[in-house]
């Protein structure tokens, strides 16, 4: 099964993705994190993207697309994948076709979730994660059960993005809204979207993806 996460930054795209490698062995596909990853080895594709990515603005498609190319080789056939942070930009979108059909897959769903933006920036601006295991926390809404231990994996390191300020984050949403939502009709025409309510529960916004994936 290959899935698309879409929605601006803060929907829970991530938190959704971490569960579905929990429950089902999926590999989560994030173009953020592999970019993250980049930026921290100091790779060349690292020093093209920090800069950028400090002021909120989109990648160059090619890097991005060669990312996922080069984590779908390095998976299984039958694992699934869920693509989260990816595909952005119609040119994205078109590259995904072609590098799942090189590797004899196909895009199942397009699940959308669906926030409210106002709201996407406190989400933002008080999360962070846990250093050791990438388990996600928040401030006001998802501190660990004993402070400052991670309840996964009991490290007491934790870190913040960069990029999760206020003005970054209105920069990451605006590129959303010009590059990123217009992709939508695409994967419209081909009867393959779904929307979630992305400002319910956490787990009921699992449940009802769960329900998505289920129903064929
Ligand atoms: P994310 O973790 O998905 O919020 O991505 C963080 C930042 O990485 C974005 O603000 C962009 O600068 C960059 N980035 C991540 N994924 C992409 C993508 N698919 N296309 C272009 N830039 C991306």
Redesign the pocket.
């Known amino acids: 099964m290959n899935i698309i996460l879409l929605g601006p ?1 803060g929907a829970g795209k ?1 938190t959704q993705a971490q569960r579905l490698v929990d429950a089902h062995g999926m590999r989560q596909l ?4 592999m ?2 990853a980049a930026v921290k080895a100091g790779t060349p594709v690292g020093l093209q ?1 920090k800069a ?2 400090e002021r ?4 160059s ?1 090619e890097i ?1 697309s060669a990312l996922i190319g080069e984590e779908l080789d390095s998976m299984g056939p039958d694992m699934g994948a869920i693509f ?6 119609a040119a ?1 979108a078109e590259a995904l076709d072609d590098i799942l059909a090189a590797r004899g897959r196909k895009l199942d769903h397009v699940i959308e979730l669906e926030v409210d933006e106002d709201a996407l920036v406190e989400r933002i601006c008080g999360r962070f994660t846990c250093a050791n295991c990438g388990k996600g926390y928040h401030d006001k809404f998802a501190q660990p059960r004993i402070p400052g231990v991670c309840d996964k994996c009991g490290s007491t390191e934790f870190k913040r993005r960069p ?1 999760d300020n206020e003005d970054t984050v209105r920069t ?1 949403m605006a ?1 959303y809204r010009a590059k990123t939502a217009p992709i939508l009709p695409i994967y419209e025409a081909r009867g393959i979207v779904a929307r979630v309510n992305g400002m319910a529960d956490i787990d009921d916004v699992t449940t009802a993806i769960e329900r998505i994936i289920t129903s064929g």
């Not at 909120?56 to 990648?59: F, R």
């Not at 989260?84 to 930009?89: I, V």
């Open positions: 930054p991530g994030s173009t953020g994190d970019l993250r993207a950028v990515m909120g603005e989109l990648v498609d991005v989260d942070g990816y595909p952005r930009t994205q990029d990451r590129e």
